[in-house]
């Protein structure tokens, strides 16, 4: 694979989680990140163990089919280890990161990764949508919805939240994460994540979701959401919740 010359989010949060599908570029960009915001590495863990609870909850309700927007490396306790009886298709717009990932799991027949944006299901290969979640549409499926809402303005975020509601069965799960206030205070590493990056308080996440409606245990820190131990000491970068689509 031909070494990129540009640092990727994705891989970047893979150098953050001790995984190995990363290039200098990108620990090079890591680390000019900490330098600026310094606790990654723990924020990036507590995340990704929230995804962790989230996918064995939805599991728990029966879906065996998830569809990953914005999935990134698909290793380091992503959808398909955490629910290995289930079917994963891990979707990305950054075309090395999809090599990547098709990469990782050309071995595998139940996780793919294809060309997907998140604003537009569309994009999909259905052929790929099909034979990786096979239930789209009729029956109960599991969305992962990490690490975007960040980067679409809210009226592009209702809009795609809702055309995925459409979209997916009823009994349908939706993972999804908020970007809080944190960074506001630490304006070298705000300047770093973009104009495109939107942070927003807490009080802004559960109108956002539209019609999902999320489980008794709300849209929290990702930390104390199920939390099985008690939640460590790491700032409160992100929320996070499950949401069920309903019968309408």
């Keep these: 694979m031909v070494e990129p010359d540009q640092p990727s989010t994705a891989r970047m949060i893979d150098f953050w989680l001790g995984g190995e599908h990363h290039f200098p570029v990108d620990v090079a960009a890591a680390r000019a990140f900490e330098q600026a915001y310094g606790p990654c590495v723990p924020i990036f863990r507590e995340l990704r163990a929230f995804l962790g609870r989230a ?13 990953v927007f914005g999935a990134g490396v698909p290793t380091v306790g992503n959808v398909h280890e955490i629910a290995p009886e289930a079917t994963v298709l891990y ?26 944006d998140a604003t537009d299901i569309g994009t999909i290969d259905p052929a790929q949508l099909h034979r990786f979640v096979p239930g789209w549409g009729r029956r109960p499926v599991g969305v992962v919805f990490l690490g975007l ?30 970007d809080t206030e944190e960074l506001a205070g630490n304006p070298e590493a705000l300047a770093m994540m973009g104009p495109a990056f939107r942070m927003r308080s807490p009080a802004a996440f559960r109108p956002l979701l539209g019609r999902w409606t999320p489980t008794e245990d709300g849209v929290v820190a990702v930390t104390h959401w199920r939390s099985e131990v008690t939640p460590p000491a790491v700032p409160d ?4 919740g499950v949401a069920v689509r309903g019968d309408d």
């Design 55 to 67: 996918v064995r909850a939805i599991a728990a309700r029966g879906v065996d089919g998830f569809l």
């Design 149 to 178: 809402a960040a980067f679409l303005d809210d009226e592009t975020l209702t809009r795609t939240l809702d055309e995925l509601y459409t979209a997916a069965a009823p009994g349908s799960c939706l993972a999804v994460d908020f």
């Design 91 to 116: 979707t990305e717009v950054d075309p090395v990161t999809i090599r990547l990932g098709q990469r990782i799991l050309a071995g595998s027949d139940r996780a793919g990764y294809a060309y997907g």
């Design 237 to 240: 970068a992100f929320h996070g």
